[in-house]
């Protein structure tokens, strides 16, 4: 590939070297991977951070006497080290891994959730929320007679805050909201979010799937008590996700599952509980996966989460000014960068998603077409879905062609079909 244009805060050229899958074709052409709020791909050192694991250090980690184990545990344990710094939390034992961003939402639901939230209390959530973190508050609504208030979203596909203070009242328990849509980018101002929170007594969770991999992210700034996301979108391997908890919370929280590794002492009678985070760590963890997510975790902050924030809002510039040349597209989110994240979400009226979708496939381009596991967004924007490209630290200005010349390819296709 020839030299990129852009004028980026870091070797996007010397960035792909370092991404096997990037030198694949499909379809005969070259890859041009743009599904990156889905998943992102793998750098050679998490690849090989999963293969040293298994080659020299196999082994369960926190009971084992023997080397092996030591090394593993210690490894395990330097993960949730560097987890905790990147995310600017006071303490290691403030992390909890999971499976996913999805079970660690659906953890706080579980083990505090059922706690604390009772009947005729309330839970706020908005209209731009993931399924992940709309339906595990649903069911506990269900479950416990609570009810959950949304707060709206404007056209422009911001959140509506006028009127915070009457969604958010004395009944409000807990209140739940992404930090940048999945489905539209729009970066959501926490600020007046949490304080209405926290002024009311509830607590705070944020989703921070598609914030966390992109853009700095304090949690002490942010002023949090929950904050939930995922390390494959993040280059790291699938089947890690993290819990940040205020460290107080996990402590009075019970257990999510139960088993080996989370207990202290078991009796016939009953048990006790290990300490914090491990008392929410059932059974064998994802070892392999939660080692290779550290040097995920080092891969990024050599970058620097800044240089990755410019480097998508010049890719989501560009790509937003080239799409507005196009006839007829409608583009969904703010259009000002500094608001939305490295994600441009579009439509044809006439064509469906899933054919460009399908016509980009065949150039090579991969991208994400459909209601991106937020439909009640789409029905308040009365569509089925979306075509949605996202952006990451690998891709080039000349990628962002690649889907401009397959969007036009699509559009002509299907303009001819039906003329
Ligand atoms: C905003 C948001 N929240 C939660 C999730 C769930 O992440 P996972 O599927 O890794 O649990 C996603 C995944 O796309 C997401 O984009």
Redesign the pocket.
């Known amino acids: 590939m020839k030299p990129s244009k852009a004028k980026t805060v870091f070797d996007v050229q010397a960035i792909r070297r370092d991404f096997p899958i990037l030198g694949r074709q499909v379809h005969g052409k070259p890859l041009v991977y743009l599904d990156n709020?889905?998943t992102t791909q793998k750098p050679r050192a998490v690849i090989d951070a999963l293969v040293h694991y298994y080659e020299h250090q196999n082994a369960n980690i926190h009971r084992a006497i023997h080397t092996l184990g030591e090394e593993a545990t210690a490894a395990y344990e330097e993960t949730r080290a560097k987890v905790s710094q990147f995310i600017n939390a006071s303490r290691p034992e403030s992390i909890v891994f999971t499976r996913?961003?999805?079970?660690a939402l659906n953890l706080i639901a579980y083990a505090w959730g059922r706690a604390n939230v009772k009947k005729g209390d309330e839970i706020v959530l908005t209209q731009m929320e993931?399924h992940?973190?709309m339906v595990p508050w649903q069911r506990l609504a269900q479950e416990v007679g609570a009810t959950i208030k949304y707060i709206g979203v404007s056209d422009e596909g911001t959140l509506d805050l006028d009127g915070l203070d009457d969604i958010i009242t004395e009944k409000t328990k807990l209140v739940s909201v992404?930090q940048?849509?999945?489905a539209f980018g729009t970066i959501n101002v926490l600020d007046k979010i949490i304080a209405a929170a926290h002024r009311r007594g509830a607590l705070a969770v944020v989703?921070g799937?598609?914030s966390v991999p992109h853009m700095p992210v304090d949690v002490q700034a942010i002023d949090c008590d929950f904050l939930a996301f995922?390390a494959?979108?993040m280059l790291g391997p699938t089947g890690v996700?993290v819990l940040y908890a205020r460290y107080e919370l996990l402590e009075e929280m019970e257990p999510f599952q139960s088993g080996g590794e989370m207990i202290s002492r078991v009796r016939l009678e009953g048990a006790s509980w290990n300490d914090v985070p491990w008392k929410f760590e059932a059974g064998t963890p994802n070892i392999a996966d939660v080692i290779a997510f550290g040097a995920a975790l080092d891969y990024l902050s050599a970058l620097g989460m800044d240089n990755v924030r410019a480097h998508e809002q010049e890719l989501t510039a560009y790509a937003l000014r080239r799409l507005r040349q196009l006839e007829d597209i409608i583009i969904y989110g703010p259009q000002d960068t500094s608001r939305r994240g490295g994600v441009a979400s579009f439509n044809y009226p006439d064509i469906h998603a899933h054919d460009v979708g399908t016509i980009l496939d065949r150039e090579g381009v991969a991208i994400r077409a459909g209601h991106h596991?937020a439909q009640p967004l789409m029905r308040r924007f009365d569509m089925a879905g979306t075509a949605r490209a996202s952006f990451y630290i690998y891709n080039t200005l000349e990628e962002v062609d690649a889907l401009i010349e397959g969007v036009e390819k699509a559009r002509a296709f299907f303009s001819h079909a039906s003329g």
């Open positions: 709020a889905a996913s961003a999805t079970e993931h992940s973190n992404t940048v849509s999945n989703d799937a598609q995922s494959h979108k996700g596991c």
